[in-house]
């Protein structure tokens, strides 16, 4: 079936057999490798331009969130008090952590970025400091414009169990359960495959635009943004991590940089010891419904056994457990989990998606239908589980597949020619 789907992207863009497209003639046959130039470029002049648009956008932010200090212009931000403070063990406002991520983006002087990550870190953070993290980022992301109802099932890596992608499948599977899927992703950082490695692996496009992240979450129900496109300021801060080479705030601010603004998320953390943390810090960010979730040292939940859970909405935060027995699902080892390359990881998902029953059909079945339930399409884990099974073992995950990779390579040769309108696209 692999094989017919990538064959599929031969075919000229929709876009240029409706005419949509303004194409001189010699612009049909232009090969993805110019596609992905053309997008390299786009993202250096993001790169180049966001000091700009964060120093913007932040004149224009209105004190509504001031916690603890009042805000004060960018140019008037003083990272060495702010680092004094820090040194001394004083907690910073959401707002005032706000503002000075934007001005070190801005500003970009390793050594101070460095010197505010590490005493965040030695002194730790709070859930108002890594909200307001996040908002800095956000407050430079490329938007994606994709509904209000959208979700994402996303963990933040970390746990260095060797799992297959259970999120990245089970974003497939609970689009083809009735979900709408914003899937926010990266390569492979600390695992041999990351969820851009996999669904590229599928035949899925990865490095799309906004509006035809868009398109794929109206046309076959999820999308994908691949986080470096999205979030051009993080590579101002990604060498400073590399050398530091300690655990930060970053480590965990992924799964709430969605560039979607998913209100729904399944979110999965390393260690039940942050997840108090990222709950809070998801509240603050407005999130309507997040179930964080851990579960025998991985980031999302598995057969293996019951998981913690800590349930995030705007009036709060509420603990419970849910043990994979009593929703009609068997335990598993950890081997019956375990992944491999991209390749390797395709293929297991492949054979689900198919309609195939084992743990790993399991796990993406659990982790789906919870994550029908944190958006609010079913009333309870257990409807949403037995939705998710339906789907999936009747090979509609499969299905979505098929019209994803349809959908994304057919925007991606789209992107290579003078771009569409907004109403074309969509």
């Known amino acids: 079936m692999l094989g017919s789907q990538l064959g599929g992207m031969l075919r000229p863009p929709a876009c240029l057999e409706k005419g949509h497209c303004r194409i001189a003639a ?73 503002q000075a991520l934007t001005a070190l983006l801005s500003r970009n ?24 993290l996040a908002k800095a980022m956000l407050q430079v992301a490329i938007p994606v414009h994709a509904g209000n109802d959208v979700l994402d099932i996303v963990g ?7 799992s297959v992608n259970i999120s990245t499948g089970a974003c497939v599977v609970a689009a083809a359960a009735g979900g709408r899927v914003a899937k926010h992703g990266n390569r492979s950082v600390s695992s041999l495959c990351g969820s851009a490695d996999v669904l590229e692996a599928l035949g899925v496009a990865v490095d799309l635009g906004p509006q035809s992240v868009a398109r794929c979450v109206k046309e076959a129900g999820v999308g994908f943004m691949y986080a470096p496109r999205y979030h051009p300021a993080m590579a101002t801060v990604r060498q400073v991590r590399k050398e530091l080479g300690v655990r930060t705030a970053f480590n965990i601010l992924g799964p709430m940089l969605n560039p979607a603004r998913a209100a729904y998320g399944l ?35 598995t ?14 935060t509420r603990q419970f457990v849910i ?12 081997a019956d989990l375990a992944g491999g390359d991209a390749a390797h990881n395709a293929r297991l998902l492949m054979d689900v998606f198919g309609g195939e029953r084992n743990a790993i059909a399991d796990a993406l079945n659990l982790n789906a239908g919870v994550a029908l339930h944190a958006a609010g399409l079913v009333g309870s884990p257990q409807e949403g589980v037995s939705r998710a099974q339906e789907a999936q073992r009747r090979g509609d995950a499969g299905t979505v597949l098929s019209k994803w990779i349809e959908t994304s390579q057919d925007a991606a040769r789209c992107e290579t020619v003078v771009p569409c309108s907004p109403s074309q696209l969509l």
Not at 156 to 162: A, F, M, R
Not at 273 to 292: D, F, H, K, N, T
Not at 305 to 312: H, I, Q, S, W
């Open 26 to 98: 010699a612009h049909v046959s232009t090969p993805l490798g110019q596609h992905r130039q053309r997008q390299q470029q786009q993202q250096q002049q993001q790169l180049q331009h966001f000091q700009l648009r964060s120093h913007q956008q932040h004149r224009h932010r209105t004190r509504s969130n001031s916690a603890v200090a009042e805000a004060v212009p960018e140019a008037e931000v003083d990272i060495s008090k702010l680092l004094e403070s820090l040194a001394e063990k004083t907690d910073l406002s959401g707002e005032v952590t706000e």
């Open 109 to 132: 002087v390793p050594v101070q970025t460095a010197a505010f990550l590490v005493l965040l870190r030695a002194k730790g953070e709070t859930a108002d400091e890594v909200a307001g």
């Open 156 to 162: 933040t890596g970390g746990d260095n169990i060797g």
């Open 267 to 301: 979110i999965g953390v390393y260690s039940n010891s942050i997840g108090p943390l990222m709950a809070e810090a998801l509240q603050r960010l407005g999130m309507e419904r997040a179930l964080v979730v851990h579960s025998f040292g991985l980031d999302e939940l």
């Open 303 to 316: 057969p293996l056994g019951a998981t913690d859970v800590l349930e995030v909405t705007p009036a709060g």
């Open 323 to 334: 043990d994979p027995l009593d929703l009609g699902i068997p335990r598993c080892e950890v």
